[in-house]
Nanobody, 122 residues
Framework: HVQLVESGGGSVQAGGSLRLSCAAS??????MGWFRQAPGKEREGVAA????????HYADSVKGRFTIFQDSAKNTLYLQMNSLKPEDTAMYYC??????????????????WGQGTQVTVS
């Protein structure tokens, strides 16, 4: 079992930066990721880190602006978001799975989810 608690969301002007954190407890995860869901839209994969940090993945829309990384000692996952755009506005969720199989971007492939943190870019 894994518990995830996100923090770090907020309101920022376009071009600004935010760093999201996801504190994990319980069993170690094989893959952890960030997803987001805007009003009226499906939840989508933003970035993921798997194999203990050996493999990172990004959605095309955030490549070059967002960075996913983890602090294993603190058992915390981060998402550094730079050059934020209004279209980045969404609820951001941290997710994890212990299974090796599956994609990095499909919600169905992640078993554990945090409660979400809101990011608003104006």
């Amino acid at each position: 079992h894994v518990q995830l608690v996100e923090s770090g969301g907020g309101s920022v002007q376009a071009g600004g930066s935010l760093r999201l954190s996801c504190a994990a407890s319980g069993h170690a995860s094989y893959c952890m990721g960030w997803f987001r869901q805007a009003p009226g839209k499906e939840r989508e994969g933003v970035a993921a880190i798997c194999f203990g940090g050996g493999s990172t993945h990004y959605a095309d829309s955030v490549k070059g602006r967002f960075t996913i990384f983890q602090d294993s000692a603190k058992n915390t996952l981060y998402l550094q978001m730079n050059s934020l755009k209004p279209e980045d506005t969404a609820m951001y969720y941290c997710a994890a799975r212990m299974a090796r199989g599956g994609s990095w971007y499909l919600t169905a492939d992640f078993r554990y989810w945090g409660q979400g943190t809101q990011v608003t870019v104006s």
